[in-house]
Each structure stands twice: as C-alpha cells, then as structure tokens.
C-alpha cells in the first residue's frame, strides 16, 4: 500500500507519499480501507518533531479516518466486512489501509458523506470528553473557545449550543468571525484587535467563562485565569504558544478555579473506548438529525498532503482540511 511518511522532522516538504508495508491487524482490531483522513495540529507538530506517536503507535500521521471495513481481527463482533466506517485512531491514518481498534469504530452518520466523515471522530471526541465529560458545561454557562474557526472550534460551537450553552470564540479575522457566527456563536472576538479578557468580560456582565477551552498553553495561561468565572474550568488540549508559563495560583485559588491539561491520542484503549461510546450515544443523533454538522474547509488528494498542511499551518482553513485516498 501506499502511505504519506515523514521522511525527516521539518517543513511540510518532508511528507512524501511512499510505497509501505501493509498494516498487521491485531486481536480486537479492524482493517480499514481508507476513503478519507483528516489533517489536524496534532500531526503537524508530528511532522515537525515536537510530537512522536506513543509507543507502538504507527509512524504514519493521522489521527481520524473513513473507509470500509476490510477484514476483522479475532474477537471482534458487532462489524462486519463492507460496513462504513469513521475511527479514531493513534496514527496511520495518512493512508490506503489502517488497523484501528473496533472500540475506537464509529459508523458513518445518517445523511453524511464518507470522505466527509472523516472530520468527524478526533475533533468530536476531543470536544465531547473535555468540554462535557471533564468540564462538564452545564446549560446556560459561557463557553470560550479559542480558535473557533478551527476543526475543534467549529464542533464546540454546535455541541455547546446543542445543550443550551452561550457560546464566545476567538479568531483572527472578520471571515472567520462571520463563519463562526453563522455556526451559532454567541459572539466571536478578533485577538488581532481586542483584548480577549476584556471582551469576555463585558460579555458576560463582568463574570467571566465558566469553560475555557484552550489550545495555546503558555501564552494565555495567564489571562485564561483571568477571563474565568469563579468556579470556572480551564481546559487545555494544545501547546501552540508554548509548554512554560507562570501562574498566580493565588489568583486561582480565589476563583476556586480549574486547570486542568488533557490529550486524547495517549489515553488508554478503555478509556478511549468510553469516549467513543459516550459520542455514539450523545452526539451521533445530532448529526443524524442534522443539529450538528462537520465543516469541511476543502479536499486535498492525499498525495498532496505537503499542500494541505501549508494550508493549516497558514489557518487558512475553517473547519477540517480533508485528505482523499488516492
């Protein structure tokens, strides 16, 4: 089979598509053959050098594909050879095959396209176990998502909004903005030109948001602490600004406040199972019923895959950058 390798850590250049072994499909695994990955942060940092997969994960980037079911390992039950498929995955999705673990399987939504589907299971597992299961954002609380026209901010708008929550983005440009709007933000504030601290603030009558959803790190840390409610939860996912930062823990403490860090690709099988459980029950029926949909930005051929991370790297994107199996 043929799949996108990192030749060297660097520049989008060093992803060439090659020929490679075929994947070996382990006890409780499926074979998918992939339609479609998605391109996310994640593998970019991966590509870069900053973010090895863990141990005895594939070296090939990707993080979530659709396809079909190809073959079944032992032990698996409730798939079957020909079902169409969208999974999370620990790697190798930046190819024609990938082995993913059958708890890791969801089935491709009512009403949804296959390629398309593959935007869906990282960015909605990412959103569903930290904004819900861990900072459990209740109706009527504030969100705060930081690059809401991302692939994870484009899914936290609709889920949040699905529950009755009030919704407030950051982006970088009045597109963006529009876009975010258009999905059901609330408000969405351009960190080119405004003080995110402040806005929140006056946006919320001087509370704060009780839920931060962040994927900077270091460089918000600080003001993230400032711009939650008391009782507010942080929630960081990301390390675009940096790993190192200080932090007034007196100022967090007054507010009875949360920091909490959290990443999904390390997590155990069983727990990355009841993730995805939890999303089959929850979430599956809002895209089925079309509440909630995935936002694709483009398609890229996966060959192509340098072009599509040029185009992440630069956010020029809204939504998810969808790589087609060749």
């Not at 973010?51 to 798939?79: D, F, K, N, Q, T």
């Amino acid at each position: 089979m043929k799949a996108i390798e990192i030749s060297e850590p660097g520049g989008p250049d060093v992803l060439t598509w090659s020929e490679v072994p075929d994947p070996q499909v382990r006890d409780g695994e499926v074979l998918i053959e992939v339609a479609a990955a998605a391109v996310n942060r994640a593998d970019l940092m991966q590509r870069q050098g900053f973010y090895a997969p863990p141990a005895g994960a594939s070296e090939i980037p990707g993080l979530e594909c659709s396809g079909r079911i190809a073959a079944l390992g032992a032990g698996v039950s409730g798939w079957a050879v020909g079902d169409e498929v969208c999974a999370l995955l620990t790697g190798g999705g930046y190819a024609q095959k990938v082995a993913a673990p059958a708890g890791q399987l969801l089935p491709v939504p009512k009403g949804v396209d296959l390629v398309e589907a593959a935007g869906l299971p990282e960015t909605v597992c990412t959103v569903w176990s930290n904004v819900f299961l861990t900072a459990n954002l209740q109706p009527g609380e504030t969100l705060l998502v930081h690059g809401g026209a991302s692939g994870i901010g484009t899914t936290a708008i609709q889920l949040a909004k699905s529950v009755g929550a009030k919704v407030l983005v950051t982006v970088g440009s009045k597109k963006k903005a529009e876009r975010c709007v258009e999905l059901g933000a609330d408000a969405a504030i351009d960190y080119k030109d405004e003080d995110f601290v402040e806005r929140v603030r006056e946006l919320t009558d001087g509370r704060g948001a009780d839920v931060i959803l962040d994927n900077i790190g270091a460089k918000y840390l600080a003001r993230n602490v400032d711009a939650l409610a008391d009782s507010g939860r942080l929630v960081i996912i990301g390390l675009q600004g940096g790993a190192r930062a200080e932090l007034d823990l007196a100022q967090l403490m007054y507010k009875r406040g949360a920091v909490i860090g959290t990443a999904l690709r390390s997590r155990p099988l069983a727990q990355k199972a009841a993730i995805v459980a939890s999303v089959r029950e929850h979430v599956w029926p809002l895209v089925a019923s079309g509440a909630f949909r995935v936002v694709v930005d483009r398609r890229v051929p996966m060959p192509q895959a340098a072009d599509a991370h040029r185009a992440v790297e630069a956010s020029e994107h809204v939504g998810k950058v969808i790589l087609v199996a060749q």
